[in-house]
DNA sequence: ATACATGCAAATTTTTTGCAAGCGC
DNA sequence: GCGCTTGCAAAAAATTTGCATGTAT
């Protein structure tokens, strides 16, 4: 059975608070100023529980390491080729996408992530500057 | 300028005539047999080449390693999380997913990515027996 | 001849794991 | 007290990189 820790509800409760989808590294950081002794390993393993239990999200955009999303509905995430930013996204419309999917699949499919992939607004506007 | 190599042709080829997305690793090993002495680190430099020039797909599904994938038209892949493996897998009706995420974002999306996971046909099988 | 590509090995980066001690129930 | 959780450190896994040499153009 899952036992309380408050190193768990702590990760959880910064994750929440938390838009840009942060590292496991940038959450083991921002955990210590509260828990100075938590080490990353905890870190992970807790992030890894809450991403199984449904709690919150663990993305691989592909770009530089895992991240880790506080809000567990699904939704859609842009990832920027350029500074490596991930950002929610909204797109409506989508929504029927797994009944799309289960039609023709023999299997059994829970859920889906999907990355847009492009350059961010920052980073679309730095190029034109450098161009 | 990109010079020819018959290393990287040959990666090349034989991802085309694979359809499971192998690994890296996998992909080292095969292209073994026939240049005995590629090392590994020149298997990553060309993949990850190949699909910043579009001939491949880099697959991060989060679950393992990254995969590659010979066919660089956009189409939707399959994760199984109880054995990991890589599936194609065709959805009709998501062809406008592109319009509609462009239309409330102010960056610059250049394609995306969409993984579904759940159960595989096989391990949905073996599920039912054991229990 | 020049510049890109390779093989090799070492280094980095990212994530997981073993284990003794701590803590929730 | 039992069993999940932690901190620590070490290990494993995955990927990248430096450099001397090789090769395409």
Redesign the pocket.
């Known amino acids: 059975?899952?036992?309380?820790?408050?190193?768990?509800e702590s990760?959880k409760n910064f994750l929440v608070t938390r838009y840009d989808h942060p590292?496991?590294?940038t959450v083991y950081l921002n955990i210590r100023r509260e828990?100075?002794?938590?080490?990353?390993?905890?870190?992970?393993?807790?992030?890894?529980?809450l991403a199984e239990i449904g709690e919150i999200q663990k993305l691989?955009p592909g770009i530089?390491?895992?991240r880790f999303d506080g809000n567990p509905t699904p939704h859609y995430h842009f990832i920027c080729r350029h500074c490596g930013c991930v950002m929610d996204l909204t797109v409506s419309g989508l929504d029927h996408i797994n009944i799309l999917a289960g039609q023709d699949f023999d299997g059994e499919i829970e859920g889906h992530i999907t990355y847009f992939y492009g350059a961010c607004p920052s980073c679309k506007a730095s190029e034109k500057c450098s161009s």
Chains 1, 2 share one sequence.
């Open positions: 059975m899952l036992k309380y820790s408050k190193q768990r990760i590292t496991a590294e828990f100075p002794n938590i080490s990353l390993g905890t870190v992970y393993r807790n992030l890894n529980l691989s530089g390491p895992d």
